[in-house]
């Protein structure tokens, strides 16, 4: 089982940057980060595996995700914040069993806050 552990996020300002990072115990394929907002559905922000990455639209432009793989450990810059990025950020790491079976596993979730 792959723990992850997530830092960063906190009360921010509009127009400030963030820097989340997400440590993983072990070697995984893929990582990324999504988030959720009170009262609406967990949403990608932003994933990469082996290079490609890809974004959420409303953050396109304005975020970086990338891995360290010395580290095992994935961060998500995103900058220009808008209140709208307000959510608990969730980061989500994948792994492949021997027998190629895929296992998705999450992090406890950072508060990121906007202010205006």
């Known amino acids: 089982q792959v723990q992850l552990v997530e830092s960063g996020g906190g009360l921010v300002q509009a127009g400030g940057s963030l820097r989340l990072s997400c440590a993983a115990s072990?070697?995984?394929?893929?990582m990324g980060w999504y988030r959720q907002a009170p009262g609406k559905q967990r949403e990608l922000v932003a994933v990469?595996?082996?290079?490609?990455?890809r974004y959420a639209d409303s953050v396109k432009g304005r975020c970086f995700i990338y891995v360290d793989n010395t580290k095992n450990t994935v961060y998500l810059q995103i900058d220009s914040l808008k209140p709208e990025d307000t959510a608990v950020y969730y980061c989500?790491?994948?792994?492949?069993?021997?027998?190629?079976?895929?296992?998705?596993?999450w992090g406890q979730g950072s508060q990121v806050t906007v202010s205006s």
């Open positions: 990469v595996s082996g290079g490609d990455t």
């Open positions: 072990g070697s995984t394929f893929a």
């Open positions: 989500k790491a994948d792994t492949r069993d021997s027998d190629a079976t895929l296992r998705a596993h």
